[in-house]
């Protein structure tokens, strides 16, 4: 009923720039909070950015002055722009959503498949 497709990663040298971008679709009434998370090898999901409906945002200290997220409610699209990447931010980045949907009770989280970002020093 609703699926999320990450794109934009890829392998870029440290100090470079990458754009990841979610798009949300499907039978979708609405999309509260749209958020970043990313895995590496041997480590647990974490979060990386939060996108709120507003417009507001919220940043883990790990990437916070070099990642923008930002979205665009009309295309139910979430973008994380990554600056100055470091290697340690070599993930699979993953994308999440609040969505209220057609036929489904409520509010409930979907996941995207994820893109692979490898950042080389």
């Known amino acids: 009923q609703v699926q999320l497709v990450e794109s934009g990663g890829g392998l870029v040298q440290a100090g470079g720039s990458l754009r990841l971008s979610c798009a949300a679709s499907g039978r979708i009434i609405n999309v509260n909070l749209m958020s970043w998370y990313r895995q590496a090898p041997g480590n647990q999901r974490e979060l990386v950015a939060v996108?709120?409906?507003?417009?507001?945002?919220r940043y883990a200290d790990a990437v916070r002055g070099r990642f923008t997220v930002s979205r665009d409610n009309a295309k139910n699209t979430l973008y994380l722009e990554m600056n100055s990447l470091k290697p340690e931010d070599t993930a699979r980045y993953y994308c999440?959503?609040?969505?209220?949907?057609?036929?489904?009770?409520?509010?409930?989280?979907?996941w995207g498949q994820g893109t692979q970002v490898t950042v080389s020093s």
């Open positions: 999440n959503a609040q969505v209220e949907a057609y036929g489904v009770n409520g509010y409930n989280d979907y």
């Open positions: 996108g709120l409906r507003g417009g507001s945002a």
